[in-house]
Nanobody, 121 residues
Framework: QVQLVESGGGLVQPGGSLRLSCAAS????????MGWYRQAPGKQRELVAV???????NYADSVKGRFTISRDNAKNTVYLQMNSLKPEDTAVYYC???????????????WGQGTQVTVSS
């Protein structure tokens, strides 16, 4: 199994910044894509950003130019640097990892528990 531990959420004023982290641990053989999703109240969960094992990235149009996703493969950790935050960025942010474990040797999706980000004055 793979465990994901997220950190870095909180309350920030509009225009402010936050950095989310998500560390993966467990019986990991390899990690493919790592990403961040978010879900606002009454809305569906949506992709925010994703990064492949090779470092290619993809962002939701709403966050391009403001958010940056990165990863540290040695630490099995993915980060989301969020700048110029807006009230509409308020949501629960979830880490997602596509990983292969030494038990199954087959790729599966794993999710973090979610971290609240609130942008408000």
């Amino acid at each position: 199994q793979v465990q994901l531990v997220e950190s870095g959420g909180g309350l920030v004023q509009p225009g402010g910044s936050l950095r989310l982290s998500c560390a993966a641990s467990g019986s990991i053989f390899s990690i493919n894509a790592m990403g961040w999703y978010r879900q606002a109240p009454g809305k569906q969960r949506e992709l925010v950003a994703v990064i492949t094992s090779g470092g290619s990235t993809n962002y939701a149009d709403s966050v391009k130019g403001r958010f940056t996703i990165s990863r540290d493969n040695a630490k099995n950790t993915v980060y989301l640097q969020m700048n110029s935050l807006k009230p509409e960025d308020t949501a629960v942010y979830y880490c997602n990892v596509d990983a292969i474990t030494i038990v199954t040797m087959f790729p599966s999706d794993y999710w973090g528990q979610g971290t609240q980000v609130t942008v408000s004055s």
